[in-house]
């Protein structure tokens, strides 16, 4: 046979693909070859190279092979349409369909959950906020109770939150939300309750739901301090921050679960993660739901200041970072503004003692 000009080594099969580097939300375009190892290449420039061992099946629709790595980030994906290229590679991947969790913890899930939803802020902060000014007006109703319902599942699966249910607890937390609720003229569609988990929060989701978290209420002295707290999160309700909160804050992880097709896994952490690095409602939503606080607790007769007192108590104990009230506007300036704005009571407590002490073990029966 001729062989002045030599075939070349019959090069490694491969094809193209998606890849999904699992640390940024960039998808890429990327060609894979077949070398002793799956090469992901960008042109000349191998961008990652995945022992054929370590592959593993990730859910994802029919008609692609979705394939993760053991040793990449967790949420490092590859999605292969070409059903000859998925044949082969599946073919030298011995272990695709072993669905052991290996090495990789659900901290070590969580820890890189963190770090995708730390590199996806920068698109939160800058792209997502014009887009949920826009698109809340646009949200019907019905659609947001829904994505408020998603919430309410993933926040009660990721805290493994339950619902406290001791009944002189939760006469008291009703009697104090209904005096908020109607200084504050919002109708009976309102739903809250306390959730029973460590974290030191409350929020509002979408389709008017108030969660007050029993880490916050372990930590409060007296119901005027959560009386502003729950009137701040009925303020971000009024104001439909919840729902640019959610398009701005969950919006991001559904989006990322959309793209890995796993919206009850990752994403609910990615959803948790975030909601416990940042939150995602702008500084100015912070301050009117705060200006909304102090109205309310004026309207009550209740002073303003123990809510900033609250939050300085709070946010001076936990880990910089690790509590949603952290990044609020800095506690100490929320204080001095609910000092600037407090008023000698005028008006009765708004729980009896003993209702107060009712409250703060309204989670006694909660395991
Ligand atoms: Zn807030």
Redesign the pocket.
């Known amino acids: 046979m001729d062989s002045d000009a030599p075939e070349p080594a019959k090069s490694p099969a491969g094809g193209r693909a998606i890849y999904f580097d699992g640390t940024s939300n960039q998808r890429r375009a990327v060609t894979l070859r077949f070398a002793d190892r799956l090469e992901i290449r960008d042109g000349d420039q191998v961008l990652a190279a995945w022992a054929y061992g370590d592959i593993r099946r990730a859910d994802g629709p029919s008609g692609m092979l979705r394939a993760s790595c053991l040793t990449a980030a967790a949420l490092a994906r590859l999605e292969i349409r070409d059903a000859a290229v998925a044949a082969d590679l599946v073919s030298r991947s011995t272990g695709i369909d072993d669905n052991t969790p290996g090495r990789r913890g659900v901290a070590t899930i969580v820890g890189w959950s963190l770090a995708a939803a730390v590199s996806i802020v920068a698109v939160v902060l800058f792209g997502v906020p014009l887009a949920a000014e826009r698109l809340t007006p646009l949200v019907p109703d019905s659609f947001e109770r829904r994505l408020g319902d998603v919430a309410d599942r993933q926040v009660k699966a990721v805290f493994d939150a339950k619902l406290c249910d001791y009944a002189p607890g939760q006469q008291a937390f009703a009697k104090l939300v209904t005096a908020i609720r109607e200084a504050a003229d919002l109708d009976t569609s309102v739903q809250s309750g306390v959730l029973s988990t460590w974290v030191p929060n409350?929020?509002?989701l979408p389709g008017g739901k108030v969660y007050l978290l029993s880490g916050l209420l372990a930590k409060a002295e007296n119901a005027d301090e959560i009386a502003g707290v729950l009137a701040?999160?009925l303020?971000?309700l009024k104001h439909r921050?919840n729902m640019r909160g959610l398009i701005h804050n969950g919006g991001t992880s559904f989006l990322i679960g959309l793209l890995f097709g796993d919206i009850t896994g990752s994403s609910a952490l990615i959803f948790a993660a975030r909601s416990l690095v940042t939150?995602s409602?702008t500084r100015e939503?912070?301050q009117d739901?705060?200006s909304f606080s102090i109205e309310i607790m004026h309207r009550l007769g209740r002073p303003t200041k123990p809510m900033g007192e609250l939050l300085v108590r709070v946010t001076g104990k936990e880990a910089k970072g690790l509590s949603?009230?952290s990044s609020?506007p800095l506690s100490a300036d929320r204080l001095a503004r609910m000092t600037r704005e407090d008023r000698p009571a005028s008006s009765p407590p708004l729980l009896t003692g003993e209702e107060w002490r009712a409250l703060k073990m309204i989670c006694s029966s909660a395991s």
Do not use: T, V
């Open positions: 409350a929020f509002a701040h999160e303020g971000h921050d939150n409602y939503a912070e739901a705060d949603i009230l609020h």
